[in-house]
T-cell receptor, first 113, second 117 residues
Framework: QKEVEQNSGPLSVPEGAIASLNCTYS??????FFWYRQYSGKSPELIMF????GDKEDGRFTAQLNKASQYVSLLIRDSQPSDSATYLC?????????????FGTGTRLKVLA | NAGVMQNPRHLVRRRGQEARLRCSPM?????VYWYRQLPEEGLKFMVY????????ESGMPKERFSAEFPKEGPSILRIQQVVRGDSAAYFC???????????????FGPGTRLTVL
């Protein structure tokens, strides 16, 4: 079992729709959860982080964390073609230590105009 | 406020040569992390450094790879005697002082894309 799992996609959604990106993790002791966006050939860009169970909203983005189910998700409302990118889920604070981010392989999102 | 800087952005080496990648953290950050991203794969942790100290190098290959973060100057990731399998994007990240721990947020540089011919 991979430590952090994401569906590789591509996930295709029409412009204006809600995109839902999911991530599961295996280390129950994980403490912090991050979503990064990575455009092709570019570096990861932090979108959101979440530490506590529940929802956290920032503009069009909502991160959801359920530690009991070991599941974190990212919702993108009113998706735009510029949101088309690979979204990376990262986890830390578990047995690997408090600073070592464990990344999933990413979900490729395509927003269709 | 300048972000994390890396150079060179692209590096081409022939097998057997040395590759030297540089990273300057964001102003006010003294924690530096190196990650490697192979094509179509996620980022893999390599090493975590603070000034003059290697804190965790558990992700570094045992041979040919080394990293340093001197008191003055950028952090350097050195790959000796490169092989084709070293071709990848190497990203450096930094995090703020005083917040080391599970809630530390890492900010990534633009990366160095290494191609080994």
């Amino acid at each position: 079992q991979k430590e952090v799992e994401q569906n590789s996609g591509p996930l295709s959604v029409p412009e204006g729709a809600i995109a839902s990106l999911n991530c599961t993790y295996s280390d129950r002791g994980s403490q912090s959860f991050f979503w990064y966006r990575q455009y092709s050939g570019k570096s990861p860009e932090l979108i959101m982080f979440i530490y506590s169970n529940g929802d956290k909203e920032d503009g069009r983005f909502t991160a959801q964390l359920n530690k009991a189910s070991q599941y974190v998700s990212l919702l993108i409302r009113d998706s735009q073609p510029s949101d088309s990118a690979t979204y990376l889920c990262a986890v830390n604070g578990g047995k690997e230590g408090t600073y070592k981010y464990i990344f999933g392989t990413g979900t490729r999102l395509k927003v269709l105009a | 406020n300048a972000g994390v800087m890396q150079n060179p952005r692209h590096l081409v080496r022939r097998r057997g040569q040395e590759a030297r990648l540089r990273c300057s953290p964001m102003k006010g950050h003294s924690h530096v992390y190196w990650y490697r991203q192979l094509p179509e794969e996620g980022l893999k942790f390599m090493v975590y450094l603070q000034k003059e100290n290697i804190i965790d190098e558990s992700g570094m290959p045992k041979e040919r790879f080394s990293a340093e973060f001197p008191k003055e100057g950028p952090s350097i990731l050195r790959i000796q005697q490169v092989v084709r399998g070293d071709s990848a994007a190497y990203f450096c990240a930094s995090s703020p002082d005083g917040l080391a721990g599970a809630r530390d947020t890492q900010y990534f540089g633009p990366g160095t894309r290494l191609t080994v011919l």
